[in-house]
């Protein structure tokens, strides 16, 4: 059988400790043998960040700019435990942060359905997606420990005229922390929101604490408004969508009780704990898509979930581990099928289908990783390494 054929490259973003292991097994036994893949490499490997002084995570993030889509394993963001662990020099940002912020993009997260693991909560019948802003906020924060005495927000314009707000006067040691956003990227974030409501037929809910943050999270819902009103209201009724406004915790509340089946856009922090509830709920952190996108059409797909530390030791200990790569798979076969999509190869995009199909399908016949053994609800579940669900997916793309 001749392989499929790719015209213009996709940006492979390699990463770190177990899923840097998934991904080559992921390559080998399940695209290789089918794409001839075309891809333009970047180790996002603590090492290499290291050795580049993270240069390298800089350069896939114009790789992405030029070449439209990516696919990025998980990296580690170092804490001082790593440092040491990686001799490193200093403790590198987060490459996820790091390339969103180049790309301006918009963070669409949603779970993988199988049917055998019901959600947590009973009602919940359609996937949540999780459309989380990418920029800013405590990600970007300055903080400061501070002794007694008072902190004061100042404000210089570019006339050199000086506003000054009291936060706090301290009468004992305390801590600050001063977050910021930009109406660009706020206008961005509900523009991509938007467009990807209407591109996946799903209605959109936007939820802050304007009602705490009368300005911060109050722009945020001003420029929701005035671009929904005069940018999409009209599409939106048309095609008999909805789009409205309420606060985070009455949010909350609604999503609880929802059966799903909608967008839940959320600033920063709220879309980073709200993707990880709604994941969990679902069945796994590992059957969660997430992909980039930015106001420009670019897309960059990953998995959801980190670099599965303590898997990774034991499997350097020469362990058998029963790690779930579904989410990796899901982010190599969302860029393929955009990259095919975006190049009219119909053959690239029917067989990034097959794929998916072929994963759920292994596990809706019982085979599946350790994680969701206790979620399976069909009898006794064949629980197997990595290595063997990987091949068992193997198997079925060629029945098929």
């Not at 405590?138 to 420990?145: D, G, N, P, Q, S």
């Not at 059957?287 to 898997?311: F, I, Q, R």
């Not at 097959?354 to 994680?371: F, H, N, P, S, Y």
């Amino acid at each position: 059988m001749s392989k499929i054929q790719m015209t213009v490259p996709l940006v492979e973003i390699d990463g770190d400790e177990m899923t840097r292991i998934l991904w080559k097994q992921i390559k080998d036994e399940l695209l290789h043998p089918f794409v001839e893949l075309k891809t333009e490499y970047y180790d996002l490997g603590l090492p290499e960040r290291e050795r580049t002084k993270d240069q390298v995570t800089i350069d896939s993030a114009n790789a992405i700019k030029k070449y439209g889509v990516g696919v990025k394993c998980a990296t580690i963001t170092p804490n001082v435990q790593r440092m040491s662990e990686y001799q490193l020099t200093q403790m590198w940002k987060s490459p996820n942060g790091t390339i969103r912020a180049i790309l301006d993009g918009t963070v669409f997260r949603a779970p993988i359905l199988v049917d055998g693991i019901s959600p947590a909560v009973r009602n919940w019948k359609k996937p949540i997606t999780i459309a989380r802003h990418a920029y800013g906020d405590v990600y970007k924060a300055t903080e400061m420990r501070v002794p007694e005495g008072k902190a004061e927000l100042v404000f210089t314009d570019k006339e050199g005229n000086v506003t000054k707000e009291t936060i706090y006067d301290f009468e004992c040691d305390g801590v600050l922390t001063g977050q910021y956003n930009k109406d660009t990227s706020i206008k961005s974030f509900a523009r991509s929101c938007f467009n990807y409501a209407l591109a996946t037929k799903q209605d959109l809910w936007f939820s802050s604490k304007d009602t705490i943050a009368k300005l911060y999270d109050g722009t945020f819902k001003r420029i929701f408004e005035e671009i929904y009103k005069a940018e999409y209201k009209d599409t939106f009724e048309a095609q008999g969508l909805t789009y409205f406004y309420t606060l985070i915790d009455d949010a909350v509340a609604r999503v609880i009780r929802s059966e799903g089946g909608f967008i839940w856009a959320c600033k920063n922090y709220d879309g980073d704990v709200m993707s990880d509830m709604v994941s969990t709920a679902f069945g796994s952190l590992a059957m969660m898509t997430s992909v980039l996108v930015s106001p420009e059409g670019k897309y960059e797909y990953e998995a959801a979930h980190g670099t599965v530390t303590k898997h990774y030791y034991r499997h350097l200990q020469g362990e058998t581990t029963s790690t779930n790569p579904m989410a990796t798979i899901f982010a190599w076969t969302g860029a393929l099928n955009k990259r095919g999509e975006l190049d009219g190869n119909l053959a690239l995009c029917e067989f990034a289908q097959k794929l998916e199909k072929a994963c759920i399908a292994v596990i809706e016949e019982g085979t599946m990783t350790k994680d969701l053994a206790s979620l399976w609800e069909k009898g006794t579940p064949n629980v197997v390494s990595s290595s063997d669900f990987i091949a068992a997916i193997r198997k079925k793309i060629e029945s098929f």
